[in-house]
T-cell receptor, first 115, second 113 residues
């Protein structure tokens, strides 16, 4: 069964204190791994797509990396506005029956950055 | 502005009273999907549609119906809501099938008493 586990569930940082969020996955072939940001009361907002081990993507203070079994979201010198829940999702490879259009989401890491 | 619009945003209803949550996107996206988000369970897919008149079940389709008569609209129908359908619902769309880069709506919080 395809599964995504995110850790930690919650993380508190001081402004400027860099850290990483983890997303480990088991999937029957990986088409893509996705990171989303979700603010309270809002829908998830797409951040990154990673397709193959070794790939990295960056956006402002965020950098996402991918290995064969996990992905990391590195946050460098975070600011209070980076506080949000970060969701990881994987897209399994296509099944013999055709498309695999669903994403399997993890439960998220709630990040709080204190000023 | 590119967006996915859901209505209503908040709804309290009673068991058995049929309701529809509308979803509309203005990006000419082919693919649309409904998710529910519950504490401790994360986002789970209810139904998806790869194009007009093409819909399929996700992981938790029981108790829900959908239709895709127009490309921009993908309503979620609860024929006879029950308390276990109390949840936060999200509609999402993407340019085409097979991409995980989804645009999400703002969410619809549904309470079934």
């Amino acid at each position: 069964e395809d599964q995504v586990t995110q850790s930690p569930e919650a993380l508190r940082l001081q402004e400027g204190e860099s850290s990483s969020l983890n997303c480990s996955y088991t999937v029957s072939g990986l088409r893509g791994l996705f990171w989303y940001r979700q603010d309270p009361g809002k829908g998830p907002e797409f951040l990154f797509t990673l397709y193959s081990a070794g790939e990295e993507k960056e956006k402002e203070r965020l950098k996402a990396t991918l290995t064969k079994k996990e992905s990391f979201l590195h946050i460098t010198a975070p600011k209070p506005e980076d506080s949000a829940t970060y969701l990881c999702a994987v897209q399994p490879s296509r099944t013999p029956q055709g498309g695999s259009e669903k994403l399997v989401f993890g439960k998220g890491t709630k990040l709080t950055v204190n000023p | 502005e590119a967006q996915v619009t859901q209505n209503p945003r908040y709804l309290i209803t009673v068991t058995g009273k049929k309701l529809t949550v509308t979803c509309s996107q203005n990006m000419n996206h082919e693919y649309m999907s409904w998710y529910r988000q519950d504490p401790g369970l994360g986002l789970r897919q209810i139904y998806y549609s790869m194009n007009v008149e093409v819909t399929d079940k996700g992981d938790v389709p029981e108790g829900y119906k959908v239709s895709r008569k127009e490309k921009r609209n993908f309503p979620l129908i609860l024929e006879s809501p029950s308390p276990n359908q109390t949840s936060l619902y999200f509609c999402a769309s993407s340019l085409h099938q097979g991409t995980g880069e989804l645009f999400f709506g703002e969410g619809s919080r549904l309470t079934v008493l």
